[in-house]
């Protein structure tokens, strides 16, 4: 496990009024550090510029002999990005579904 995620589980042990979303960045940044080892693991290097969805879209056609890695990461990381960005009319996540999201980015770091 990633020392992000290892933050992002303190976050939630916290249990305060921000940690879900705290803890959801992480797991975010922890993701997305994921997604460039196994596209590298591919030899698919898709550099410092491209956007996380470019690199799913990646990821999506080298591993198309992995069914559902591409759709679970696509989930998570919609599911972070929702979490992460606070608008006034939407809650923050539970820390139920903030646990789910991390424990999803902890099995996509486990493939890697």
């Known amino acids: 496990m990633s020392d992000l995620l290892t933050l992002a589980r303190a976050q939630l042990d916290a249990g ?3 940690s879900s979303r705290r803890a959801c960045w992480l797991a975010r940044s922890a993701m997305e550090e994921a997604l460039d080892t196994l596209l590298l693991e591919r030899g698919v290097d898709t550099g410092p510029l491209a956007s996380t969805r470019a690199k799913l879209s990646c990821l ?15 989930y998570a ?3 972070l990005s ?3 960005h606070h608008h006034a009319y939407e809650l923050s996540p539970t820390a139920l579904e903030a646990r789910d999201l991390v424990d999803a980015v902890s099995r996509l770091t486990d493939r890697c």
């Open 77 to 79: 990381w919609t599911r």
């Open 82 to 84: 929702e979490a992460c």
């Open 16 to 18: 305060d009024a921000g």
């Open 60 to 74: 999506e056609v080298t591993y198309d002999d992995e069914p559902g890695l591409a759709a679970r990461a696509q």
